[in-house]
C-alpha cells in the first residue's frame, strides 16, 4: 500500500522558520509529482506548493512565493517543506500528497489521489 506520513510541524513564532518532511512508502516518488497542501480550521483544503516528476519543476501559492520551498529526496523518498519567514496565516494542518494521475493540474487537490495524515504547524504573532 503507498502510505506518506508527515513530520516536522509544530509551534513556531512569527517570521520564524519549520521544516516540514514527507516520507513515502510503497511507491517510489521519482516518477511522480508531489504536492504540500494546508487546511485552517474552517477553510477547505488548499493547494500551498508542488514538485513535478519532471526535471522537478516547482509551482507555489501566491501566497508562500519566496517564502517557503518544496524539494525531494529521491534516494529517501521523501518531500520537503521548508517554511521560512512564517506568518500566523499560515496556520494550519499541512498534508503532503502525491500524484498519479496525469493528464491533470499540478495545482489542483482533486489531481492528487494518495494523502499523509497531516502535521500541524501554529504559527504564533
Known amino acids: 500500500q503507498v502510505q506518506l506520513v508527515e513530520s516536522g510541524g509544530g509551534l513556531v513564532q512569527a517570521g520564524g522558520s519549520l521544516r516540514l518532511s514527507c516520507v513515502v512508502s510503497g511507491r517510489t516518488i521519482s516518477s511522480y509529482s508531489m504536492g504540500w497542501f494546508r487546511q485552517a480550521p474552517g477553510k477547505e483544503r488548499e493547494f500551498v506548493a508542488a514538485i513535478s516528476w519532471s526535471r522537478s519543476g516547482t509551482f507555489y501559492d501566491d501566497s508562500v512565493k519566496g517564502r517557503f520551498t518544496i524539494s525531494r529526496d529521491n534516494a529517501k523518498n521523501t518531500v520537503y517543506l521548508q517554511m521560512n519567514s512564517l506568518k500566523p496565516e499560515d496556520t494550519a494542518v499541512y498534508y503532503c500528497?502525491?500524484?498519479?494521475?496525469?493528464?491533470?493540474?499540478?495545482?489542483?487537490?482533486?489531481?492528487?489521489?494518495?494523502w499523509g495524515q497531516g502535521t500541524q504547524v501554529t504559527v504564533s504573532s
Open positions: 500528497a502525491l500524484k498519479s494521475i496525469t493528464g491533470r493540474s499540478t495545482t489542483l487537490l482533486s489531481s492528487y489521489d494518495y
